[in-house]
């Protein structure tokens, strides 16, 4: 029993550090998906949304620490509880999503390794496992370390931890997980290949015959059947092949030019996502480096999710010198960790990404 506690005490101490490190590198990341379980159409606490940065960092946090007390053996009852409490919590939240289809990925490892609901539920349900047996023999917990240095680790580990969280919310994730990084044409990333498997449907059609329901099933041909039509039901089989990128575009007057402005030789994009919660004192650094940016051949664009009069405003109260194309909020929050952000592409391929705040470092 003493092996298999000592390695399920590492798993877990291993597991919930990586995990609270790969959303402490993305916490704007996880705090959208926060916002997203706490809207009305999930756990119905909108009150919580406007502190879910907040929430987002110290629950990543706490995450990671616990996993480092676990391991040393820093107050093994504490830890121990509250790792218990925090795991039946996401396991009810994910059987939650998987079971009502409320969230389809979890955040458990941000973009790193995206899970499908059940997936994250299977995993939460085996950690839980790990955590009863950890929780039921923690008189097997020792210390492997000397008492003594134990509040100095776990008190430099919180200290670590939000300079880190600090450095990121201040320029961008460290590690970019996103299709959209350094390095990636965009346009590769969205094509989908011409013997690509195709997503698979099961069809249900309920007919009325002599005053009877008869349903039908089939992939989706309408039935040749003597009776009423009532209604059809369809069932997903298989997603069949979906591209990193599936959903971008750029919209101009509701024409879509995507392939247009990506294919630029020198393309320069200001990504505001809402112009409305925008930082403002980042666009007097964006102006002088959209003007430097055009000087020299760019192509200067801002996407955003706002509407035309909010565009116009915002220009016009900036003097800026571009204009504000219309792009999906999710899309735009997914490309950059930044409200503003700024990339500079070549042909598609992304050459540089920063927050507005390093606006100084792009290199034209």
């Not at 987002?56 to 990671?64: K, Q, S, Y």
Request: contains cysteine.
């Amino acid at each position: 029993m003493k092996i298999l506690v000592g390695v399920a005490r590492i798993f877990v101490g291993i597991l919930f550090m990586i995990s609270g490190f790969i959303k402490l590198n993305d916490p704007i990341g996880f705090s959208f998906k926060l916002q997203e379980y706490f809207s009305a159409e999930v756990l119905n606490i909108e009150i919580l949304v406007p502190f879910a940065l907040v929430i987002a960092i110290f629950l990543v946090v706490f995450e990671l620490v616990l996993g480092i007390m676990l391991i040393i053996g820093y107050l093994p009852k504490f830890t121990l509880w509250s790792l218990l409490l925090m795991i039946v919590f996401f396991t009810f939240l994910t059987f939650y999503s998987a079971y009502f289809d409320k969230v389809k990925d979890c955040g458990c490892f941000g973009d790193a390794m995206p899970l499908t609901p059940w997936q994250s539920f299977y995993k939460d349900a085996v950690l839980l496992g790990l955590i009863l047996l950890l929780f039921f023999n923690r008189k097997l917990i020792t210390p492997i370390l000397a008492p003594v240095s134990h509040r100095w680790i776990i008190f430099l580990s919180f200290m670590l931890c939000f300079i880190f969280a600090y450095y990121v919310l201040m320029h961008l994730p460290l590690i970019d997980f996103r299709a959209y990084k350094v390095g990636n044409n965009l346009l590769e990333e969205m094509e989908v290949p011409k013997d690509a498997e195709k997503a698979t449907y099961e069809y249900s059609w309920k007919f009325n015959q002599n005053g009877e329901e008869v349903v039908i099933i089939n992939s989706g041909s309408y039935p040749i059947v003597n009776g009423e039509y009532i209604s059809v039901e369809t069932k997903l089989i298989s997603e069949g092949f979906k591209p990193r990128i599936p959903d971008f575009s750029i919209l101009k007057d509701n024409e879509n030019i995507t392939q247009e402005i990506l294919s630029k030789d020198k393309l320069l994009l200001i990504v505001a996502y809402d112009l409305r919660k925008t930082e403002k004192t980042g666009f007097s650094a964006i102006k002088e480096l959209s003007e430097a940016a055009l000087k020299q051949g760019y192509t200067v664009v801002g996407l955003t999710a706002s509407g035309d009069d909010l565009k116009e405003e915002f220009i016009s109260e900036f003097g800026l010198n571009f204009d504000f194309y219309q792009s999906d909020e999710t899309v735009l929050k997914t490309i950059v960790r930044a409200n503003p952000g700024i990339l500079t592409l070549k042909n598609a391929t992304v050459i540089q990404k920063k927050h507005w705040a390093d606006a100084s470092e792009i290199e034209l």
